[in-house]
């Protein structure tokens, strides 16, 4: 069965701040593996996206990285703000022309800054 | 705005009612997904429509959903006869498919559906 595993479920950290988050995979095939930030009440907004040849990739003070080999991924937030207050879900998709059967969401790791 | 939108918001209903759901995605998108969320998980897949096409549905979708775009652009999902089961958040994506697109979903900000 794929299934996408985060940790750890929730974390306090305060503000300034570095944390990593971990997501393990055993979706197969796998096609690319998405970063969404949560912020309460609202709908998830995309971070990053890799492709199985993409080891890491960054979006401000957000960084990916993927391990293709152990289906292993991380987030790594530099310099937390208050603003990351949030949850992150790890999405992995098998399939690379789109769609949605098959693709997997963790359950999310729930992140709070404070000041 | 140009993201994607949903209405109602909140929605509170008794068991038994039907309610129902509007989405309008990102003008150019072809594709609209939709996705269930419960407290402290992550989304669910129901369905998705490729334009007025519905192409899958999840087994989580039972006979008393049913969800259309008639025209390939805005989409509605109804709840029959709802259940205490069905309070969650509702959340519609919609996406542009084509060769080189990565499919990335952009979300909308979710109804959330309290069933009394």
């Known amino acids: 069965k794929n299934q996408v595993e985060q940790s750890p479920q929730s974390l306090i950290i305060l503000e300034g701040k570095n944390c990593t988050l971990q997501?393990?995979?055993?979706?197969?095939?796998?096609?690319?593996l998405r970063w969404y930030k949560q912020d309460t009440g609202r709908g998830p907004v995309s971070l990053t996206i890799m492709t199985f040849s993409e080891n890491t990739k960054s979006n401000g003070r957000y960084t990916a990285t993927l391990d293709a080999d152990t289906k292993q991924s991380s987030l790594h937030i530099t310099a937390s703000q208050l603003s990351d207050s949030a949850s992150y879900i790890c999405v992995v998709s098998p399939y690379s022309g789109g769609g949605a059967d098959g693709l997997t969401f963790g359950k999310g790791t729930h992140l709070i800054i404070q000041p | 705005d140009t993201g994607v939108s949903q209405d109602p918001r909140h929605k509170i209903t008794k068991r038994g009612q039907n309610v129902t759901f509007r989405c309008d995605p990102i003008?150019?998108?072809?594709?609209l997904y939709w996705y269930r969320q419960t407290l402290g998980q992550g989304p669910e897949f129901l369905t998705y429509?490729?334009?007025?096409?519905?192409?899958?549905k999840s087994r989580l979708l039972s006979d008393r959903f049913s969800a259309e775009r008639p025209k390939g652009s805005f989409s509605t999902l109804e709840i029959q006869r709802t259940e205490q089961g069905d309070s969650a958040m509702y959340l519609c994506a919609s996406s542009l498919h084509g060769e080189s697109s990565t499919d990335t979903q952009y979300f909308g900000p979710g109804t959330r559906l309290t069933v009394l």
């Open positions: 429509f490729q334009n007025e096409a519905q192409l899958e």
């Open positions: 003008s150019e998108h072809n594709r």
């Open positions: 997501c393990n995979y055993t979706v197969s095939p796998f096609s690319n």
